[in-house]
């Protein structure tokens, strides 16, 4: 088994090389390149299936996240992703940014469509983080439980945010 990890890691055309080309949405914090799925890092954006409740009403704030990322990238493109690293799952982790030189990261904590991940980004986006909570933008609208909670509560395992 670690073989073929290792095999289906190191085989990846883009593994270690930046990767620059019209972005499709895979969810708030993915998007993909050319076949190559990218997440962004030092970030974590709700799930697709995630509801949030904002005014008394449950929406579903992973869909939101996402169309939102959709239309502020077709702003400004291509988009440019500078390699990172390899998650568990085999996607490039990322650094990236619009033709406009704008962080899609900074962008989505600032916008509260995405968290700051600060076991991944070691604070980097703190300040945006509190922008958005300040001005309750995105999720901070309302209320909503972090989505590495959620992911790690679907799999009926502790949560290791």
């Not at 996607?91 to 940014?97: E, P, S």
């Not at 899609?104 to 968290?115: K, M």
């Not at 070691?122 to 959620?150: H, L, M, N």
């Amino acid at each position: 088994m670690l073989r073929v990890l290792a095999f289906l890691l190191f085989a990846t055309p883009a593994f270690a090389a930046d990767i620059s080309g019209r972005a499709s949405v895979v969810d708030g914090d993915t998007i993909e390149i050319s076949g190559e799925r990218i997440r962004l890092n030092g970030i974590d954006a709700p799930e697709s299936w995630q509801r949030c409740t904002a005014g008394g009403k449950e929406y579903r704030c992973g869909k939101e996240a996402a169309f939102a990322l959709d239309e502020w990238l077709a702003k400004s493109r291509p988009t440019r992703c500078e390699f990172v690293e390899r998650d568990r799952y085999g996607r490039m982790v990322a650094n990236c940014f619009r033709a406009d030189g704008l962080s899609v990261a900074d962008w989505l904590v600032r916008s509260g469509w995405a968290l700051d991940w600060p076991r991944y980004s070691d604070g980097e986006f703190a300040d945006a983080q509190a922008e958005a909570e300040a001005s309750k933008a995105g999720i901070w609208r309302g209320t909503f439980d972090k989505p590495c909670e959620v992911r790690a509560k679907r799999a009926k395992r502790k949560a290791g945010c």
